[in-house]
């Protein structure tokens, strides 16, 4: 809503910015700026507070702070992990490092025997030798002789899978129990028998270990068989 | 010229304007330079949220806040307007946003303290001003004005409280609130007129 001629002359006589116009104006509408004036005087006097806090010191404490916390953030991203710290501390002067996992094993001994519990499933007796019941297994199904697992693995896949894999459970089992075996690799007598490639980074066994190795595909389980024989058992 | 140039009134030069050369120091990586502007205008900061708020609380903690926004956004301060211009929007932007979500927000308490410096023509209303009835009597009036205000519209408020106050021109008032200066005066207009109706049956005789 604007004012009209008289209005602003009448605001402009009020504030004292008005022209000697501006105060004929107002008179002539019926006003008395004098009067305006002093009641405006009289509200200024009512705004104006009793006391002014000082705010600077208060002002620049708080912008203190909150600089802190951006160096704090700053620093957060620059410092050192604590997994870092407590390590360095902990490997300070150790040569050789435990290795985690024969940590755990040591404390955790070995493992249970499930031989017990898969043996009557598989048709076999707890007492009898696993390698000589998985090597039978396998030739059953495969067909093929004592040397034929070095032949091509296509006929052995096709029917021995479901022995092979309850045996070669029992037979990983087994190795779990057995750590005899610390001779050097047996990498000689590793034939493999494979649908996918297979990656052992190493296998110790004992040097007159037979070991086979299979795996039917790039999903399945790798599976290790590790048994001792006598060099004309085969 | 640089942004800092621009504040100082260029390289080597002298500074155009005391707030600017503060304003640029600051920029310039010296926070404590904003002490200086703070000091100058704490006073004025807080007449001004005092005016729109009337808790004196409530007063201090939003020009504190005010300065603090401030100092936050320095960097998009506009260099042609004055510091103090745009402080003061800043700081009238955050009163407002208080009292809309203080929605009931109570009457600020009377303080019997308070008188004196009212000028000659509040005394030409009332009684003499040693008289202790005097005081009593401006003290009912203040409060009488500062309910009456509390009625106004915010918008008319705002204008009242920088006319009145700060003693602005109504160019600077319409630069603050980003409205044109015949708003400024038909805002002012009306927001003393109301007053003056408010207050009609208590003025003396």
Redesign the interface.
Known sequence: ???TET??S??RA??G?GSADDEKQAVAGGHDPAE?????????????????????D???A??GS??SDVRGAVQEEVAPRIADSVMSVVMDGCANPPRVSEAIRAEAGGPQSMWSAIAPAVGADIGQDIGELLRGSVNAEGNFEAMGWMTPRRRFAIGGLGVAIAAAAAVLFTIGLGGDGVGSAATSAMTPILDAPVDIEDLEVGASSLVQVLQFGEEAPTIIFVSDYAGDEL | MNATDKLTGGAGGPPQDPDAAMVAAVLAGDPEAYRVLVERYERRIYHVVYGMVRSPEDARDLAQDAFIKAFQNLHRFRLESKFYTWLCRIAMNVAIDHLRKQKHRRHSEFDDTRGGAAGGQVVRLHSAPDDPSANVAQARMYRIIMDAVDTLPEDQRQVLVLRELEDMPYKEIAEILDIPEGTVMSRLYYARRRLQELLAEHRPS
């Open positions: 809503m604007g004012l209005e602003a009448r605001l009020e504030d910015v305006d004036r002093a009641f405006r005087q009289a509200v200024r006097a009512a705004l104006v507070p009793e006391a002014t806090p000082p705010l600077a208060t002002v620049m708080r912008l909150m600089r």
